[in-house]
């Protein structure tokens, strides 16, 4: 079974940091995309963030950008979504997607065929 788990969401203070990891398990990392995605309550899924296989081409949303940074281990078979200077608006289930392509789609869910489970980032004081 090929799955992706998300972890290190939690509470945080406005203006706090927060590190997600995506580990891949049953399969390796190495030669696929990563996206990261969030979806808040009553909210449409968003995506976040894009890294390539070997980190050279990175994306960001507008709504993130300069804020969080996306990097990889494929060593460690996990790619990471470093979240700083969080707000309110931050809160939201978070997701990492694979792809085994480039998503010529860039951050569109439908490019992506594996998901993980989500974890909660809540920023709340």
């Known amino acids: 079974q090929l799955q992706l788990v998300e972890s290190g969401g939690g509470l945080v203070q406005p203006g706090g940091s927060l590190r997600l990891s995506c580990l891949a398990a049953?399969?390796?990392?190495?030669?696929?995309?990563v996206g990261w995605f969030r979806q808040a309550p009553g909210k449409e899924r968003e995506g976040v963030s894009l890294?390539?296989?070997?980190?050279?081409?990175?994306h960001y949303s507008d709504s993130v950008k300069g804020r969080f940074t996306v990097s990889r281990d494929n060593a460690k078979n996990t790619v990471f979504l470093q979240m700083t200077s969080l707000q309110p608006e931050d809160t939201a289930v978070y997701y990492c997607?694979?792809?085994?392509?480039?998503?010529?789609?860039?951050?569109?869910?439908?490019?992506?065929?594996?998901w993980g489970q989500g974890t909660q980032v809540t920023v709340s004081s």
């Open positions: 997607a694979a792809s085994s392509v480039w998503p010529l789609g860039g951050l569109k869910q439908e490019e992506y065929n594996y």
């Open positions: 049953g399969f390796s990392l190495e030669h696929y995309a």
């Open positions: 890294i390539s296989h070997r980190s050279s081409i990175t």
